[in-house]
């Protein structure tokens, strides 16, 4: 008999001889192993030990792990299935898409600005400088360049797009210290990067000059930027208020009616080329809506 416990939830998983697995589940979600297993045979002592290499080498421990795939239980070897997708992406890079990351972010960003008593733009311009601007960018522009070839219809898209970080560089070049772009001038450096076709072309234009601003009070906050900046915010924010803390919108009967009014103007917004986007028009959405509610903002 064998046993392992679920860091998350200390359950307890016993293994017997081939007899299969004894526990009393939590309610919840388990991280012992990924929801793909298979308890087919698949395979042979060479297919466990790649599979061990493979998690291992994106940092996974696997002593303990080692042992029991090692151990004469078909149950325990065979864990982890010869196809299995999440090893499979981990094995070609390292890179799983986590939306749900973006999302808390970008929300606990809005609340922030939505509760500075000086109103929306005014707290941005007092938290966020032009350092910090070209840095999330590059952030972003490095996801977006993974999400490419690997999820082309990630809902991201729509908000940094390449239009948009390509004006927003563009603009921030005026900004950073001439020094650093050795031999080539600002006007050189922006027509390069105006001139790429593609996320990967514009990261690798953008890493190959180093951007340094020396004047850390520096406060220009690029035009397209802060539009960009409104519409992930106010869209997410929007959906996380109305799913999970009961915000019903003005005119709309419940939560179903509401997140149908926020995808309608959504694909109103994003009819439109990027150049022409108004996204201010969802913050009013948000903004108009929270100041008609009484809505109290907890994050």
């Given at each position: 008999m064998s046993e392992i416990r679920c860091p998350v939830c200390q359950t307890s998983f016993s293994f017997s001889d081939g007899t299969g697995i004894t526990t009393q589940l939590r309610e919840g979600i388990h991280y012992l192993i990924p929801e793909t297993i298979r308890n087919e045979n698949h395979g042979s002592s060479h297919c466990?030990?790649?599979?061990?290499?493979?998690?291992?080498?994106?940092?996974?421990?696997?002593?303990?792990?080692?042992?029991?795939?090692?151990?004469?239980?078909?149950?325990?070897?065979?864990?982890?299935?010869?196809?299995?997708?999440?090893?499979?992406?981990?094995?070609?890079?390292?890179?799983?898409?986590?939306?749900?990351?973006?999302?808390?972010?970008?929300?606990?960003?809005?609340f922030r600005l939505l509760k500075d008593p000086a109103g929306w733009t005014a707290a941005v311009r007092k938290h966020y400088n032009t350092k910090y601007v070209f840095k999330q960018c590059v952030r972003e522009l490095v996801l977006l360049t993974k999400l490419a070839t690997k999820s082309p219809n990630d809902l991201r898209f729509n908000f940094f797009t390449l239009y948009d970080l390509k004006r927003i560089f563009s603009d921030l070049v005026d900004y950073a210290n001439a020094g650093y772009f050795r031999s080539t001038t600002k006007e050189e450096l922006k027509d390069k990067i105006m001139r790429t076709s593609s996320f990967a072309n514009l990261l690798d234009v953008i890493r190959s000059y180093r951007f340094k601003f020396t004047n850390k009070t520096t406060n220009h906050l690029p035009r397209e930027w802060l539009n960009c900046f409104?519409?992930?915010?106010?869209?997410?924010?929007?959906?996380?208020?109305?799913?999970?803390?009961?915000?019903?919108?003005?005119?709309?009967?419940?939560?179903?009616?509401?997140?149908?009014?926020?995808?309608?103007?959504?694909?109103?917004?994003?009819?439109?080329?990027?150049?022409?986007?108004?996204?201010?028009?969802?913050?009013?959405?948000?903004?108009?809506?929270?100041?008609?509610k009484n809505f109290e903002l907890q994050y």
């Open positions: 466990v030990t790649s599979r061990l290499e493979t998690l291992k080498s994106v940092g996974v421990n696997i002593d303990a792990l080692q042992g029991l795939m090692q151990a004469n239980n078909s149950i325990i070897v065979n864990l982890f299935k010869e196809d299995d997708p999440i090893i499979a992406e981990l094995s070609k890079g390292g890179f799983i898409h986590n939306p749900e990351l973006f999302r808390r972010w970008i929300c606990a960003q809005t409104k519409g992930a915010g106010a869209y997410y924010t929007l959906q996380n208020i109305i799913r999970t803390h009961g915000l019903i919108l003005p005119d709309c009967s419940d939560m179903d009616e509401s997140l149908k009014l926020v995808e309608k103007w959504f694909k109103a917004i994003t009819d439109y080329e990027p150049c022409q986007r108004r996204w201010d028009i969802m913050l009013s959405i948000l903004t108009n809506a929270i100041k008609q």
